[in-house]
């Protein structure tokens, strides 16, 4: 009885842990055709609860296909067709799912889609591969190896490995688990954990079937970590694993905790809704019921997983594999003998292993012995002993064959610390030789830099020698600048006191009707000129004086000095950055000062408001100032005023030409260019 069941523990092993977990690629398909937007949509929604709630993903699905179909996108029906692969295969409709297979396979040839070409190829492969047709399965794998392009990524290169793995997992152990590692690396060098889920479920699952219940169950641990990271909503995955640890428990006589995890996954396997995981649960839970002696819930168990079989060849064997151990328990004869006719119609349908099979015949000889069929009881026995046989000679091929590649394992080790030795020996090597050289490089280094210590001194002297000479060249300079600024001061010193006497005219204070304008006329001339040199003392140097800050003071204290009384005059002076040497700000500011004076005390005589602008602008060395006002003007044959011949002079010493208009106010126009 035991070895029946063993026997059905690793043969649940083989026939579910072929895992699809990484067949959803991350991969994104290029969808064409019509409505891209609608079928991206659907194929989005489908992605989203793949793994979550199968029926709602199946019901996006079938939206996808129509909409796919509808606009003749070939690539919507390629995916379409690759999905549908998948989920047939997953639910046991193995003949849909080769078929689906085929028409994923044939679209994506013609798309030259290399890379979902070896996803169709691997679902065609898991379908043969359920369906024990090992000769479809090995052309399957020789499709892939035949086009595989050479820049195949790590995650696709893992996808590979996965392929052969399950497939080498029935025929060679060896095979299977070097298959298993290479997958494992490529899927660790990818950082593609999803794939790193299946990789450790296959670890788990090699080490179950080979009696390593240990590192089985550490293997499980290790998928169920990172399905957890990844998501913990992943109730496909997650059933999946809780299931495989399940079986190990059972398989290490844990026979509580494996129920709490078989729990487990029939919990998650409901959350996603997939009736592949929904009825392994249950197989698992009656095979673990059975061994805890609870033939009742046993029963039960392996009845639901028959009633929601659906047609699926594998539930249907498993669970009337399962009723078989029940009905010889309860010695039951002719519903043993119901349910081992059922196993042995659907054997034919499905991969069954070779231990499984002997156990199938042992059923068949208990039952023809109770029977009084001796000789079909001889028939049987004879059978399962001929299976007994082949499964130790293949056990033992696959123990020969694990030492020749542990052998070769070590051997690849030994080499590898030779290899290591040699090399550590040879940079040791290398190592004293770059001291050596590294102990000559710093006395030359040290040699070198005392010599250019040397040479930056005499240089530092000779710097220091041409310095001195610079700046006594420099000061000698200066002391001449002075001495010429000094002359330049006095010269333009005594030429200020001319103006002022010329201001103060007694001849001009004869013509003039009121002394106290005249007083304040010649007050603002004397402070335009001291405007100007207070630029001159607060600028860093005497050859440039801002116009448009100097034209702001000026203006601003000649609208103080001059009453207004409740004009309301606006002054408006364009922003400028043209600056002007001495000579030539010293005549345009006496010029602005008379324009700006005879304005405001005749321009605005019988008006409240007025309006004065001021513009200077430049054109290469030639500048041009507009000062306008918006008064009443005067009449150009009325006896000009000293204010007016001082306006004319001063534009004569500026050597510039003057234009006055008098039409809406007066402008006066003035093109000049800097005096040297």
């Known amino acids: ?46 992605k989203r609860y793949k793994f979550t709630d199968t029926q709602k993903a199946t019901s996006f699905l079938q939206q996808f ?42 679209l994506f040839f013609q798309l030259k889609d290399s890379f979902n070409y070896m996803e169709s190829t691997y679902f065609l492969a898991a379908a043969y591969l359920y369906q024990g047709n090992g000769k479809a399965l090995e052309q399957s ?7 595989i ?65 240990n590192k089985s169950f550490y293997y499980g641990n290790k998928a169920l970590q990172i ?79 028959l009633k929601n079989s659906q047609g699926d060849p594998r539930v249907l064997f498993q669970s009337n594999f399962c009723l078989a151990l029940l009905a010889q328990e309860e010695n039951n004869l002719p519903e043993l003998e119901r349910c081992v006719n059922q196993c042995i119609h659907y054997q034919n349908s499905v991969l069954v292993d070779l231990t499984t099979k002997a156990s199938l015949q042992e059923l068949l000889t208990y039952l023809y012995f109770k029977q009084g069929k001796l000789l079909l009881a001889y028939t049987a026995l004879k059978q399962q002993n001929k299976y007994e046989q082949a499964f130790l000679n293949q056990k033992s091929d696959n123990y020969l064959k694990s030492l020749q590649v542990k052998y070769e394992f070590k051997e690849v080790s030994n080499q590898l610390k030779f290899s290591l030795t040699k090399e550590r020996l040879k940079n040791e090597k290398i190592k004293t030789q770059r001291i050596n050289n590294v102990l000559l490089s710093i006395i030359i280094a040290t040699l070198a830099v005392f010599l250019f210590i040397l040479f930056l001194a005499y240089r530092k002297s000779l710097i220091q020698k041409r310095n001195l000479e610079l ?6 300079k200066s002391l001449a600048d002075k001495t010429i600024l000094m002359k330049e001061i006095h010269h333009r010193v005594k030429n200020n006191f001319q103006l002022i006497t010329s201001f103060l005219n007694p001849k001009l204070l004869a013509e003039s009707d009121n002394i106290q304008e005249f007083s304040k006329r010649t007050t603002a001339r004397i402070e335009t000129m001291a405007k100007v040199h207070n630029q001159l003392y607060e600028n860093d ?26 004009k309301a005059i606006n ?27 005879n304005t405001l005390k005749h321009a605005f005589n019988k008006q409240k408001t007025g309006e004065i602008f001021i513009q200077l602008s430049q054109s290469g060395s030639n500048y041009t100032l507009i000062f306008q006002d918006s008064g009443s003007g005067f009449h150009t044959d009325k006896k000009a005023s000293f204010g007016l011949q001082l306006i004319d002079a001063l534009a004569s010493q500026l050597a510039a030409e003057l234009e006055v208009k008098t039409e809406n106010g007066t402008t006066y126009k003035l093109d000049f260019k800097q005096l040297k």
């Open 571 to 597: 002054l408006t002076i364009v922003p400028t950055d043209i600056q002007f040497n001495l000579q030539t700000i010293l005549p345009l500011g006496l010029l602005l000062n008379e324009l700006l004076m």
């Open 65 to 106: 296909y129509f909409e796919a179909k509808k606009s003749n996108s070939t690539s919507g029906l390629a995916y379409y067709y690759l999905s549908a692969s998948e989920e047939a295969t997953s639910v046991g409709n193995l003949t849909t799912g080769v078929q689906y297979g085929k028409l994923a396979q044939n």
């Open 471 to 476: 700046a006594r060249n420099e000061l000698e």
């Open 227 to 305: 399905a957890y990271k990844i998501n913990a909503e992943n109730h496909f995955a997650l059933a999946n694993i809780y299931l495989n640890l399940a079986e190990i428990k059972n398989n290490l006589t844990s026979y509580k905790e494996a129920l709490k995890l078989a729990e487990k996954g029939l919990y998650h396997a409901l959350k996603c809704k997939n009736s592949g995981y929904i009825n392994r649960a249950y197989i698992v839970k009656s095979t673990i019921c059975f061994k805890m002696k609870q033939f009742a819930k046993s029963k039960t168990a392996a009845n639901i997983a």
């Open 149 to 213: 392009p050479s820049n195949y990524s790590y995650e696709q290169n893992g996808m590979l490995f996965s392929l052969l793995a399950n497939y080498y997992s029935v025929i060679d152990l060896s095979k299977a688990f070097n298959y298993i590692l290479k997958m494992k690396v490529n899927y660790q060098k990818a950082n593609f954990e999803l794939g790193l889920i299946d990789a450790y479920n296959e670890l788990s699952n090699y080490y179950n079937i080979v009696f390593e219940f």
């Open 541 to 566: 140097t005497v050859e440039a004086i801002d116009f448009y800050s100097y034209c702001q003071q000026l203006s601003t204290g000649i609208l103080h000095s001059f009453e207004t009384k409740n």
């Open 1 to 46: 009885m035991f070895k029946n069941i063993l026997a059905y523990c690793f043969f649940l092993v083989l026939f579910f842990n072929s895992s699809t977990l990484v067949l959803a690629s991350n991969k994104p398909l290029p969808i064409t055709g019509k409505n891209v937007i609608t079928l991206n949509n659907y194929l989005s929604n489908y």
């Open 141 to 147: 794998i020789d499709q892939v190896f035949e086009r």
